[in-house]
Every structure is written in C-alpha cells, then in structure tokens.
C-alpha cells in the first residue's frame, strides 16, 4: 500500500520540530512541575501598594483604601455573575444574536420623482461613517443609545430610530438642515459644510482637503466653493465608499437625489457614481472583514495625525525651529497599504539562504544573548546574566555615569545589584549580597526593594533554588524594615501564598514562615484589612490560599486574637464564599495547630456549627469537613465541645448523598473515637447501617473515606469483634477485595491499612484464611496487596493463631508469588522474610523446598532474579539458624563464594549481603568457607566503584575483623587498611562511617601503631574531606586501643613545620577528647604545652582550633 502525500507532510512538519533529547532527564523548573490549579497563581497581578492607616500623616485621596478595595471586588463579583449568566444563557439556548433589521422594497415608502428636491418631504439618509448625518426636522432616539433620549411631548413627528449609526450617541445629534450655514471650528477643513438645501452642481477640491488639517481651522461651507475646482469630472477606478447591501433599495418613484442615470431613483453607486455630483473616494474592493479593519485603522491615523504648525506653536514656547526634512523624503500616510498582499520581488536568486549566525559571521557575529553585545554587567564584580534573567537586570548592561543618575535610579541600581549576586554568584557573592542589602533595607525601602523582589519570585523560569534565595532575601528584611511592609503586604502574599500549597514540603514550610513574620511586622489589623476582600474572592483558587495564609497568621498572633474576626466572617449574610472560606480557615487551623486548639476547641465548634444548615452545598460540606479536622487534631479529648454538632451531623448523613454524604461521614468517623466505649459503639452501628450501603460506590473519594471510617469504628473499645464479623466482614471483603481497589495506589494503602485493623479486633486467621488464597491470583499487583496485608497482620500479631493446615497453604502461596514475581519490588521479599520469622520453627519442613528453589533461581539468566534469590537468603538466614540448619546454610555459603566474580553490582552486592547474614548468624569457626579463604577474596572488591558493594563489603570485612581477625594474617590485614584508607572519602556517608569503624576493628586486631601510621600519612593530604575522615578514624583507635597508644604518635606529627599537618593534628586532639569524652582527663597535662604553643602561633586558624581543643579539655575535666 503507498503512502498518500499527507504522510510525507506529517514526517516533514515532526522533523521540524525541536525537541530537546535531555528534556526528561533534565531538571524541571517550578513552572513546568506545577499543576494547572498552582498555575493560577500566576494570572493574578502584583496589585499596587495600599494605604497604610497607622502611618501619622493625612491620608492622600489617591491612596488604594480598605473601602476603594472593596468596591473594586463588588464590581469584579458583579462582572463575572454576569458573564456566568451570559456563558449560561448560552449554553441553554436562551441567548441569541439578535438581528438587524433590513427594509424590503415593498416597505419602503414612494415619493413622487416629479418633485423637486425643495418641494418634496426630506427623508433620512441611511449611512455608514460618522460624517453622516441625520436630516429630520424632529428629534429622534437613536437605538443603540444606552440613555435612551427624552422625546418631547410638543413634537411635531416622532423620528424613527437610526438603525445604521455607526457611533452610538446618548443625545439626539442636531437637525443641521435648519441652520444657517456658518462657520465653525468644532470640525476641520476635511468635513464639507452643509446648508439648507441639498447641494446639486457643487464639486469639492480633492486636493484642498487632503492639505487641510482636521484641527482647529476654520470649517468652510460647501457653497462656498467653485465648482471647477473639484477634479472629480474623470471617473475613478473602484467602489463607492457605501457598500450596496448597506444601501436599502427603494421602488421606482422614490429616491433620495433624482438622477438621469439612475432610473430608480437609488443612490448611485460604483462606476455610475464617478461623474455625479457627490465624488466617489476611490476604493479597492473589501470584504466585510476588510472594511472594518480599513475603518479601525483610518480612525486610528485621524487621530494619530501629526501636529500642525499652529498647534505646535501653541504647545511649544518661542524660539524653536522647523527642520526641513531629507531630501526625497516621502512619508508614507495610506492605512490601506496594509490590506495589500506582500508584493513580491520579482527579481533576483530564488531557492533557500542559509540565514547567518555568530558562528558564520554575519548580521548576529556581534551580538550575545537576546541581541545585546554582551550579558556581563558593566560592575565586574557581578556575576553574568542568564538570558531570562535580562528583562529584570538590564539596566546594569549598561554603561551609565552614576553621578548623572537620581537617587532613586542609584538605588534601583543598587538592588538589582545585589539581587544579582545572591540569585546567580558564588557562595562567597550571595552572602555578601544578602547581608549588604539586609543591612541597608531601610535606607533603600520597602517600595524600591518588593519593586524588584517579587516580580523574579513571579517568573516563569524561577527554579527551585532560585526561589529558595529570594524567599530568604524577604524573609531577612522583613526583620529590618518592620512596620513599613504594611502597604505592600498584599504584594508580598500574592506572590508567598502559592507555596503554602506547594508539593515541596519544604517550601510550604518556607511560605508559612514568610507570612508569619509579615504578620508579626505589619499586625494583626493590616494583615485582616488586607486579606478580608480575598475572603469573598470569585476565584476559588484566591479563597484557599487565603484560607491557608489566614491560618499561619493564627499560628502566629494566636488563635484567641482571630476569634471575633472568624465569628462574624462565618456568619455572613452577604456571601456564601466569605462564611466557607471562614470555615475553612478553622480548618487549617486545626490542620496546622494540632492539639493546640484544644483550649479553643469549644469557641471554634460554636463559630462554625451554623455552616451545616446552610443553604449553600459547598458550605455545608466544608463545615463538615472542618469538625472533622478540629476532631483529629483533639484526638483523644474534647467529645463535650461536639455536643452541638452531633444531631445535626446525625441528620446530615441520612440527608445527603455524593460529596456532602463524604464529608459528613468523615465527621463522625473522627468523632466515634473520642466518645465512650458505650456511645462508640452504638453509633457505630447506627452509622454502619450508611457505610455498607456506600461500600459500593463509584466514588473513589467516597471509598477512601469509607474505608477509613471503617477503621476508626473497628478500633474503638465498644464495638464487638462478633459484630464486625456477622455484619461487616462479608460486604466488606465482597466490595473492596478486587484488581481495582488493587490498581488504585491510594485506595490500596487505606485498604491494607483497614484490614490490619480489623484482624487485631476479630484476630488473625479470620483475615488470613479469607485471603491466603488470592497469592495466587494472576495479577500481580492484587498479589502484591495480598503479601502487604498478610505481611503487616504478621509482623504486628505473630503466627500463633495459624494452624498447620493455613500454614501450608500460606508458605505454598508466598513460594508461588515471590517465583512470579516481575517487577522490582521489596514487598514479596520483605513478607516472605517476615512470615518466615514469625513461624520460627515451624518453618523448618518448607526450608529445604525453599533452599531448592533459591539455588534454582541463582542459575537463572535474569540479574534481577539472581538479585532477588540472594536478598532471600540474607531474609531467610536468622530463621534457618533457630531451625539449626547449619549444613543448609554453610553450604549456601559455599555457593554465595563461588558467585563472588558476579559482574552485575547490583546482584554482587546482594550476595556480599547474604554472605555477612549468614556470617553473623553461623559464626567464625563454622563458616564455610573458611574466614582464610574468604577474606583474601574480599579484598580486591572493595576497589569496585559501586555503592551498594562498597557498603556491603566493608560491613563484611568489619564483622571479621571484629569477630575472627586470628583467622587472618597482620599482612593481610594491612593492605585491607590501604584499600580502607581511599573509602574514607566516599560519597555516601553510610560508606564513609563503615569504613571508619572497620579501622577501629583493625586496629584492636592487629594494634594501632601500623594503622596509625597509615591515618598519620593521611593528615599531609590538601583534600580537605579526606582529613576529616581520618582525623574521626583517628578517634575511634584511641576509643578501641586507649588513647595513650596514640597521644605520643600524634603529638610527635605536630612537630612537623607544615601549617596543614599541625591544622589536621589540633583537629584530630580536638575531635579525638570530644569522642572519647571522660577518658580524656588523663592526658590534659600532657597535650598543654602543645596547646600554648598553637595559642601563640600567628595563624588564626591554629589559635582557633587550639581555643577549640582547651575547649573541651575545660568541659571533660
């Protein structure tokens, strides 16, 4: 089958894309790792300052106030119920376009064309531009007048609306037709007087008009002119100005103008029009769409038209003059240029250029980033600036004299100075740049200093860094400038109150920090000025951070301080969204507080009780919500300050059903716990009655809830485990033990977790029996939750319920799901391990089946499965020890030894790791093979870069050391300590304590001084981490061996004249006295007159660390 020609388009238009090969490896900055919810906070502006009230000086009218705010979030309120409306209207069919109106010929009244123009009534002529106009004797209403125009009483005829006025008017325009013909300056020389009768042989000057400036000349009047002036007897290529669809069609006896040429008696339009008496304006043909943008545009350059020279005489003092322009200077003043095609040449080469570059040379050779020459700062002491970064810091590119600059320009430059340096300088340049500008932040100002703060905070490309920078630049001079943030608090929230929904934890803790410190600054009064318009925000996403910044202030200035606030915010009558925002900032109070709301457990209730009658769903629902958080938090106290709510959350859970049924049924879930065991447990079973019914529900927020009432009721004292098993085992299994519940990651966690709970109120075997035989099933991820489950009954209640009959079936189906198992998961081996462990004895039957399919699955081709079998025998090895199969295990040895040239890390670290379990529970006299034999194999493993081998084979090597270091020779064990000495310096730290604490075990197996000799050398070194390591290894073979086995080694390594190795020998007393704590008090006399020696020396380093070393010394003695 050939491909069609769209298939080559397709591959041409996907090759011209540029797709980045890095982009999923590469780092996401904070915008591309938002949600489209988070991404909302970018539409709201930096609003600007506010007044402050508390400020002593009289307030100025153009300051934003607490009463202009409001006003301005009424109107927004009531632009966007509107649009709501509208968008509504819409979708239900009500809104409609309305159409214009069009006159059919046979509506259209006739005139007799035998009339003459000044004898026959005058009707109305219908046009399109604003130089139209109306030609009644009465006045008219116009219909698009949004003030519709008081008609009087006394006139004569009531004018019919002006249907085609293309500007709406809300006054009646003038009747002109009356007048006398005058003078006037109102309207240019480009609008044609009028008089009092229709004009017939006049003609216009084309010429004069286009020289005259629509401005303050004088208006002349078309009789005024000579008709041999106007070069309009030639007629014009094009279209009359007034298209014909416009122009209503009227019968054989009527017109507006009688005409020879038009027999109808029309308006004459197109060629026939050229040579009468009203010129045509040449014209290219347009459709509709043209003609409005023509129409736009030509408004747009009539009043964009330059200056005349009377004009500019009046704006300009005396003294200036006209400059001629160039010579074949031509400005180009045609709008309709625009409309054309781009012409084009039709000379010279066809075919592609290749556009130049830097590279090539060319029209970019010179030009850095974005265009600019260069993206250093000018102050080369700044660090460059990244190509996003110069929309914000282009004013230091450039070269400026400072003395010329302003104060506030030098200011402005001297921020985004030090803004630079903290956001993109070295470690060295951000802490200066900090410490300068927290320093001088009253002298620059709040306004200068938020002007450029928050608009990088705002950027799209901030990364997480980044961020973390200028959080800490407000957070330092919030302290600094105290009560002068107060007008720009709002600035500061817009931009900090996104973090508090941030998915990193550690920026929500960095935006509650923030706003609690802007709290402490600015007072409780400002922040509730400030936030109370957002209370009642139309914006959903605007309210929950609100909410959750109201919160913080709580937990800042103390609940009892927000109580009256709260009261009346939730029992607005106004707003919905102001009592459920109200209401939800109770419950981010308790979220945030904890148990801390304990003491206002019962004011808190009472505030907001009212929101579960409330009319409004969501309000309803949040309440509930809210009396579920303030419940956790005062878990186990504090039943009595829910007495109010209980009927009303009782009635609520037979009333409602979805999301409001939900959130009231997590009330009651949180209340059961805390009451008596004899309430607890009859409203468990009153509330259960729902929750069955509810176990099959689509819902998945609905099941997550359920699932977690359900553990609430089952651990409460008074609820029976006879009940849970005729009542609710049955249902419970039959809804929630299927693939989905399995395939659903959190509804899985909170299933396990509440069947756990059930098993320790109805025991283990009840659960067990029902679900041993799912580790079969085909799906793997159900097996999964099926071990999980098995695993934590298990480990919390033991195997002591488990008869023989459930203990075959268990080990059969654990051996059958760890063998089918395809994905790299801990949970199969972490629940074979422990069911094994909790059987003890009773495991020893199955030990040989599954020692055999262990030795089986090392042979297998995948690493993965090798990897698996020997993290099974590292589980397995303590259970095999109290089944006393030593000769299973030595020889699982055995074939652990002969993998050791495993060339995958991963599965040689696994079996380093088997070999240790089995090392330590077997011991070093029946280890086979033996210790001789394994060490020196050992040995050059370590040189392996891995991680996980590192580790392992450390750990390894220590436990012998520890435990049979006379299986091994001196010589031996001192290459070990040259390998050791590299590992010192890992990455990982868990490698680099391994590693210390295996010198130690050395050192007590062979004695210290040739190990000590070994770390000495090591204190010569320039790497700095390296010296640290050995200086703590040091320290742990004075612990092992005494220190005065290493006193005398180490202050004779002071006396070599070298400022790096006495450094590291005061660091190594200093770090040796601290670790060894009471024994040091022996030596004190004997180290101090090495001490006064460091004391004296010049190097301030040296007097520090000596202070330091006489330190400790002072503390142990």
């Known amino acids: 089958m050939s491909k069609g020609p769209q298939h080559f388009i397709d591959e041409a238009a996907k090759a011209n894309d540029d797709e980045d090969p890095f982009s999923e490896t590469r780092r996401k900055n904070i915008a591309e790792r938002q949600s489209q919810y988070q991404l909302r906070a970018r539409k709201r502006p930096i609003s600007p300052e506010r007044a402050d009230m508390f400020v002593d000086q009289t307030p100025d009218l153009r300051d934003r106030t607490y009463a202009k705010i409001m006003q301005e979030q009424l109107l927004t309120a009531e632009k966007e119920k509107i649009e709501k409306e509208l968008v509504d209207k819409h979708q239900s069919g009500e809104l409609r376009i309305r159409q214009a109106k069009s006159f059919a010929p046979e509506d259209t009244p006739t005139e007799n064309i035998e009339n003459t123009p000044s004898q026959a009534p005058r009707k109305k002529r219908i046009a399109l531009s604003g130089h139209a106009i109306a030609a009644d004797k009465t006045p008219n209403v116009a219909q698009w007048d949004e003030t519709p125009a008081h008609i009087s009483a006394l006139d004569s005829t009531p004018a019919t609306d002006k249907q085609w006025d293309a500007t709406p008017s809300q006054t009646p325009r003038r009747n002109r037709w009356d007048e006398t013909p005058k003078e006037s300056v109102r309207d240019g020389g480009m609008t044609p007087g009028w008089g009092s009768e229709t004009p017939r042989d006049i003609k216009m000057d084309l010429s004069e008009r286009a020289e005259e400036t629509p401005g303050a000349s004088k208006r002349r009047s078309r009789w005024d002119l000579t008709p041999s002036q106007t070069p309009s007897e030639t007629p014009m290529a094009g279209i009359d100005a007034t298209p014909t669809h416009f122009t209503p069609k009227i019968m054989q006896n009527g017109g507006m103008t009688p005409s020879m040429l038009t027999p109808g008696g029309t308006t004459p339009i197109g060629t026939p029009a050229m040579g009468m008496k009203t010129p045509a304006v040449p ?69 592609f250029m290749i556009p130049p570059t830097p590279e090539r040379g060319g ?80 002298r620059l100002g709040a306004g200068p200093l938020f002007n450029q703060i928050l608009p990088l905070l705002m950027s799209p490309t901030l990364e997480d860094q980044e961020r973390h920078l200028m959080v800490k630049v407000i957070d330092r001079i919030l302290y600094k400038l105290d009560d002068l943030v107060r007008p720009y608090v709002h600035k500061i929230l817009v931009v900090i109150e996104p973090l508090l929904i941030d998915e990193d934890y550690y920026a929500r803790v960095e935006g509650r920090e923030i706003i609690s410190n802007l709290a402490k600054a600015a007072g409780l009064a400002t922040m509730i000025s400030t936030m109370r318009p957002d209370i009642d925000n139309v914006d959903e996403y605007v309210r929950n951070t609100t909410a959750r910044a109201f919160a913080v202030v709580a937990s800042a200035l103390g609940i009892p301080a927000l109580l009256p606030f709260l009261k009346a915010v939730c029992k607005s009558k106004k707003s919905w969204q102001a009592r459920h925002t109200g209401i939800k900032i109770v419950q981010q109070i308790a979220i945030l507080m904890g148990c801390a709301v304990l003491p206002h457990l019962k004011q808190l209730v009472e505030i907001v009780e009212g929101g579960l009658v409330d009319d409004q769903q969501k309000v309803r629902t949040i309440t509930a919500l809210g009396i579920a958080a303030l419940a956790e938090a005062a878990t186990p106290y504090g039943i009595e300050a829910f007495d109010s709510v209980l009927k009303p959350l009782w009635k609520g859970i037979r009333t409602h059903r979805g999301k409001g049924l939900a959130a009231f049924l997590k009330a009651i879930g949180f209340l059961i716990p805390l009451m008596d065991a004899e309430y607890a447990s009859y409203y468990t079973k009153e509330v259960m009655l729902i929750l069955i019914r509810e176990f099959v529900s689509p819902d998945e927020e609905m099941k997550k809830i359920v699932l977690k009432v359900v553990k609430q009721c089952c651990s409460t004292d008074g609820v029976e485990p006879l009940y849970i098993r005729e009542e609710i085992l049955t249902p419970f299994f039959r809804a929630f033990w299927n693939h989905r519940m399995a395939m659903d990651r959190r509804n899985y966690k909170h299933l396990v977790d509440t069947t756990v709970e059930i098993a320790q109120k109805v025991g283990s075997v009840e659960i067990v029996s029902r679900i041993v035989d799912d580790l079969k099933d085909e799906n793997e991820q159900y097996r999964k939750m099926v071990m999980e489950t098995i695993e934590n009954i298990m480990a919390l209640m033991g195997a002591a319920e488990i008869d023989s009959r459930l203990e075959e079936q268990l080990i059969d189906g654990i051996l059958y799901a760890f063998q089918e198992q395809t994905q790299e998961d801990p949970i199969m081996l972490e629940g074979f391990g422990t069911v094994c462990k909790a059987l003890g004895r009773r495991t020893k039957p199955y030990l040989p089946q599954i020692c055999g399919t262990i030795l089986w699955r090392l042979n297998n081709k995948s690493a993965k499965v090798r990897q698996q079998a020997t993290d099974l025998i590292a589980k397995i090895a303590p259970v095999m020890n109290v089944c006393q199969e030593e000769k299973l295990m030595g020889h699982l040895g055995v074939v652990l030894y002969e993998y050791l040239g495993e060339e995958y890390p991963e599965v040689l670290g696994s079996i380093l790791g088997a070999l240790s379990a089995i090392v330590s529970v077997i011991g070093m006299t029946k280890m086979t093979p033996p210790i001789k034999d394994l060490l020196p194999r050992l040995t050059p493993i370590l040189k392996n870069r891995h991680e996980k081998v590192q580790e392992f084979c450390i750990e390894l090597v220590g436990k012998i050391a520890d435990r049979g270091s006379e299986f091994v020779s001196a010589r031996e064990w001192m290459r070990i300590c040259f390998e050791l000495l590299e590992l010192l310096k890992a990455h990982k730290k868990s490698i680099r304590r391994a590693a210390i604490n295996t010198f130690g075990y050395i050192a007590k197996a062979i004695g210290p001084h040739d190990v000590l000799a070994t770390l000495l050398n090591n204190l010569k070194v320039q790497e700095r981490q390296l010296r640290v390591c050995t200086t703590v290894a040091i320290a742990i073979v004075a612990e092992t061996c005494a220190p005065f086995t290493v006193l005398p080694a180490i202050m004779n390594e002071y006396r070599v004249p070298e400022i790096n190795v006495q450094n590291g020998v005061l660091k190594a007393f200093s770090f040796m006295f601290e670790y060894i704590g009471e024994m040091a008090k022996d030596y004190i006399y004997a180290v101090t007159p090495l001490l006064v020696d460091a004391m004296m020396e010049r190097n301030g380093i040296m007097g520090k660390s000596s202070y330091s070393h006489a330190n400790f010394n002072r503390n142990n003695k």
């Open 283 to 351: 014209f290219i043909p347009m459709t509709p769409e043209q003609a409005a943008i023509y129409k736009w545009e030509k408004e747009v350059d009539d009043r964009n038209r330059p200056l005349s020279d009377e004009e500019l005489d009046a704006l300009m003092p005396p003294g200036f003059k006209i400059l001629a322009p160039p010579s074949g200077y031509a400005p180009i003043r045609t709008p309709t240029r625009k409309l054309l095609a781009t012409p084009t040449p039709m000379s010279g080469i066809g075919g």
């Open 363 to 442: 029209a970019g050779a010179d030009k850095g980033v974005g265009g600019i020459i260069d993206t250093q700062p000018k102050d080369p002491e700044l660090p460059a600036l990244k190509p996003e970064d110069i929309q914000y810091f282009d004013k230091l590119l450039q070269d400026v004299d400072e003395s010329q600059l302003t104060k506030a320009e030098r200011n402005e430059r001297e921020i985004m100075g030090y803004l630079l340096k903290i956001k993109n300088g070295m470690p060295s340049q951000r802490k200066s740049g900090l410490r300068k500008i927290t320093e001088n932040a009253r």
